[in-house]
């Protein structure tokens, strides 16, 4: 998986929906990437099989980034008490969770991934 800061960053710049944004977020929350070996025993580049992030079993990754329902459910296992407000603005997206950053990015769901992205750090030290 790519630098925390480098999708951070993507994802405020990105202009739209991405399947790979969707899939550096589900790495960040536990998918597991599989790439299953072929006949011969070489390890095939595609396809590439998701394991969910509570088990063995296989999953297709939520369309975080396109889908703002996938993104609030995100939210939602990140931060589940926590309130969400959403907003356009001049033409952007504009998320913020609980009492964390204000996000903006090209759609909701982008903001929506971007400001639950920037809460994991905080939860790793309020679980510890």
Known sequence: MPDRRFVLNELRSADGPSRRLDAFIAEAIGWKRRSPAAEDGRVRKKPVL?????????????????????????????SPDAAVALAWKDGRGVAMIGQG???????PALALCLATLLLLP???RQRQ
């Open 50 to 78: 998701w394991v969910v992030p509570s088990g063995d079993e296989y999953g297709t990754v939520p369309r975080y980034t396109a889908e703002l329902d996938a993104a609030a459910a995100l939210a939602s296992q990140i």
């Open 101 to 107: 950053a204000r996000c903006e990015a090209a759609t």
């Open 122 to 124: 905080a939860l790793s």
